[in-house]
């Protein structure tokens, strides 16, 4: 009978520590989770941003264009 205890006794015990293991990789993954969405939303924030920039330059490449323009292609690549 004292066996039996001392088996059940160390199953609790590994199932305490695992239970405890299982929560501390939660968080991890959690706080991994999180710092990779704020990452995600910057980037897209500024991806945004260059798409805007890009689409605002264009126009303003169309628009020069329209008109009499004495610029070279170099002018506008560098």
């Known amino acids: 009978m004292l066996q039996?205890?001392?088996i059940?006794?160390?199953?609790?015990?590994?199932?305490?520590?695992?239970?405890?293991?299982?929560e501390e990789i939660h968080n991890?993954?959690?706080?991994n989770f999180n710092d990779l969405?704020?990452?995600i939303e910057v980037l897209t924030?500024?991806?945004?941003y260059m798409e805007g920039q890009s689409y605002m330059?264009?126009?303003?490449l169309?628009?020069?264009?329209?008109?009499i323009c004495h610029y070279s292609r170099h002018h506008y690549l560098s």
């Open 45 to 48: 924030s500024k991806v945004r």
């Open 8 to 22: 059940l006794q160390e199953q609790t015990t590994g199932a305490m520590d695992l239970a405890k293991k299982m």
């Open 57 to 60: 330059t264009s126009r303003e």
């Open 28 to 31: 991890k993954v959690d706080c």
């Open 62 to 67: 169309n628009t020069e264009s329209k008109g």
């Open 4 to 6: 039996l205890q001392q």
């Open 37 to 39: 969405n704020t990452k």
